[in-house]
């Protein structure tokens, strides 16, 4: 009996159907909440830094799927392997045998990272994290691990464990005894080193809630402090990793930088497979694999998928042959110095921050008299309404998507693919002056779309 399904007529048939699907089996308040600020969009295809709807509308993506499609969507060189290594027909996940493709993947990868020196390889970027901190503890044998305020390390539960935003943690508890230290002060590090039952530091170099980065020297400081006490520094390249700040990794921006872990994923996929890697020094991988009895005392099902790795390795040569990395310096450069610009112009427009293509666009409180009671306004309902009154214009009028960089937050961040070019960022910088000389106007849509914001803000107390 020969089995038929055609994909393609599955979503001409029932694709209409995709919010009411949603909310009827999936996450019942997220078409929700894309319905009230008008984010109910429905696109039809992708190629590269833009979305495109029935009507032939392109729409310009500065969220790169929160970091996902760092090529864009549908690169061709990545969708060719993909479909290349489907044609193989190859011997996939035996367990027991050792496939091509991890091994070369990893030996691009640990080309791009000196002084490491093997990879595991999982499915997401909470999993690296998982894996590191089981590496961490086991390779130490002490049992906490510190993490910064506020930061965002995946929402598994040990990845949660070392989450710096309460939101996410609350209602989950026991977690397990980890410890918040501020980003950048070694003296709270150092309290913390002193007692002795330490076992890693994990870092985000550019944290992105927020887009703070970490202050010059702290991370080699931070390195030289967890020596002292043997523990080892983490890195977190999930979101900042594969040439997002103008680097291949954003602790490459500080000499003498060399985490004993070092987390990626997000970028890696290319946008199709999900995949994560957490590469480690010799030594502590040989401690957690010892002997042919803990061969496989941590592993995962899918792990080293060869679709993966093959995607993984399209993304690798991408990144060589085009100099995505010089690329991002430049454009990045180029956004940041045109947002900072503006600065001086918009009194409500406090700061740009960031690196290469990860840059924070924070707002603040008015001089004047008149904006500001607005903003107090605003700000008394629920704090980040600002924010997101400027995130619903430039998709509504303008078609480009952005996103608030967290909760609570008067902060956009941008992280576009990292194949946007000064076309795009004149578009994005002419649509947000364009928002921001609404704004200061004193009225306005924005103004009125705030008042809306402001009663779901209070019903929702």
């Given at each position: 009996?020969?089995?038929?399904?055609?994909?393609?007529?599955?979503?001409?048939?029932?694709?209409?159907?995709?919010?009411?699907?949603?909310?009827?089996?999936?996450?019942?308040?997220?078409?929700?909440?894309?319905?009230?600020?008008?984010?109910?969009?429905?696109?039809?295809?992708?190629?590269?830094?833009?979305?495109?709807?029935?009507?032939?509308?392109?729409?310009?993506?500065?969220?790169?799927?929160?970091?996902?499609?760092?090529?864009?969507?549908?690169?061709?060189?990545?969708?060719?392997?993909?479909?290349d290594v489907l044609d193989l027909d190859?011997?996939?996940?035996?367990?027991?045998?050792?496939?091509?493709?991890?091994?070369?993947?990893?030996?691009?990868?640990?080309?791009?990272?000196?002084?490491?020196?093997?990879?595991?390889?999982?499915?997401?970027?909470?999993?690296?994290?998982?894996?590191?901190?089981?590496?961490?503890?086991?390779?130490?044998?002490?049992?906490?691990v510190l993490y910064c305020d506020h930061?965002?390390?995946?929402?598994?539960?040990?990845?949660?464990?070392?989450?710096?935003?309460?939101?996410?943690?609350?209602?989950?508890?026991?977690?397990?005894?980890?410890?918040?230290?501020?980003?950048?002060?070694?003296?709270?590090?150092?309290?913390?080193?002193?007692?002795?039952?330490?076992?890693?530091?994990?870092?985000?170099?550019?944290?992105?809630?927020?887009?703070?980065?970490?202050?010059?020297?702290?991370?080699?400081?931070?390195?030289?402090?967890?020596?002292?006490?043997?523990?080892?520094?983490?890195?977190?390249?999930?979101?900042?990793?594969?040439?997002?700040?103008?680097?291949?990794?954003?602790?490459?921006?500080?000499?003498?930088?060399?985490?004993?872990?070092?987390?990626?994923?997000?970028?890696?996929?290319?946008?199709?497979?999900?995949?994560?890697?957490?590469?480690?020094?010799?030594?502590?991988?040989?401690?957690?694999?010892?002997?042919?009895?803990?061969?496989?005392?941590?592993?995962?099902?899918?792990?080293?998928?060869?679709?993966?790795?093959?995607?993984?390795?399209?993304?690798?040569?991408?990144?060589?042959?085009?100099?995505?990395?010089?690329?991002?310096?430049?454009?990045?450069?180029?956004?940041?110095?045109?947002?900072?610009?503006?600065?001086?112009?918009?009194?409500?427009?406090?700061?740009?921050?960031?690196?290469?293509?990860?840059?924070?666009?924070?707002?603040?409180?008015?001089?004047?008299?008149?904006?500001?009671?607005?903003?107090?306004?605003?700000?008394?309902?629920?704090?980040?309404?600002?924010?997101?009154?400027?995130?619903?214009?430039?998709?509504?009028?303008?078609?480009?998507?952005?996103?608030?960089?967290?909760?609570?937050?008067?902060?956009?961040?941008?992280?576009?693919?990292?194949?946007?070019?000064?076309?795009?960022?004149?578009?994005?910088?002419?649509?947000?002056?364009?928002?921001?000389?609404?704004?200061?106007?004193?009225?306005?849509?924005?103004?009125?779309?705030?008042?809306?914001?402001?009663?779901?803000?209070?019903?929702?107390?």
């Amino acid at each position: 009996m020969t089995t038929e399904f055609d994909l393609g007529a599955l979503l001409a048939e029932r694709g209409s159907e995709r919010y009411e699907l949603h909310a009827k089996h999936l996450n019942p308040q997220l078409p929700r909440m894309l319905h009230t600020i008008g984010f109910d969009k429905v696109y039809e295809r992708a190629e590269g830094a833009h979305f495109f709807d029935a009507e032939g509308n392109d729409y310009l993506d500065m969220l790169a799927g929160f970091g996902v499609m760092g090529l864009g969507r549908h690169h061709p060189v990545v969708r060719k392997a993909l479909h290349d290594v489907l044609d193989l027909d190859l011997a996939d996940l035996t367990r027991f045998d050792c496939q091509p493709l991890p091994g070369l993947l990893a030996e691009r990868l640990l080309a791009q990272s000196p002084h490491l020196d093997r990879v595991f390889f999982g499915n997401s970027g909470t999993e690296a994290v998982e894996t590191a901190l089981k590496f961490a503890r086991y390779a130490t044998g002490k049992p906490r691990v510190l993490y910064c305020d506020h930061a965002f390390h995946g929402l598994t539960t040990g990845s949660l464990s070392v989450n710096g935003e309460r939101g996410f943690r609350d209602g989950f508890a026991p977690l397990l005894p980890d410890t918040a230290v501020p980003l950048g002060d070694l003296d709270a590090l150092d309290r913390e080193l002193r007692k002795g039952d330490v076992a890693a530091l994990i870092v985000e170099p550019i944290q992105g809630k927020g887009v703070h980065e970490a202050p010059p020297g702290y991370l080699r400081a931070a390195q030289e402090l967890l020596r002292g006490h043997r523990a080892l520094l983490i890195a977190d390249e999930v979101q900042t990793g594969l040439g997002r700040t103008g680097d291949f990794y954003a602790y490459q921006h500080e000499d003498g930088v060399e985490p004993d872990l070092v987390c990626v994923a997000k970028a890696l996929s290319g946008g199709y497979v999900p995949v994560g890697a957490t590469l480690g020094k010799e030594w502590i991988f040989k401690k957690v694999y010892s002997s042919m009895d803990r061969v496989l005392v941590h592993s995962a099902s899918f792990g080293a998928n060869a679709q993966a790795m093959a995607c993984g390795l399209a993304v690798l040569a991408v990144m060589e042959n085009e100099q995505i990395v010089a690329g991002v310096r430049r454009t990045g450069e180029l956004l940041k110095s045109r947002l900072t610009a503006l600065i001086d112009t918009y009194e409500m427009l406090a700061d740009v921050r960031g690196r290469g293509l990860m840059i924070g666009i924070e707002f603040g409180k008015p001089s004047s008299l008149k904006l500001r009671s607005r903003w107090t306004m605003l700000q008394a309902a629920r704090k980040g309404l600002f924010a997101q009154m400027v995130v619903v214009p430039l998709l509504q009028r303008h078609r480009i998507l952005t996103q608030v960089s967290g909760d609570h937050l008067e902060v956009i961040k941008l992280i576009p693919p990292l194949v946007v070019d000064e076309a795009d960022v004149n578009r994005f910088v002419d649509a947000f002056t364009a928002v921001m000389d609404d704004a200061h106007s004193g009225g306005g849509l924005m103004w009125d779309f705030g008042k809306t914001l402001i009663k779901q803000a209070v019903a929702h107390r």
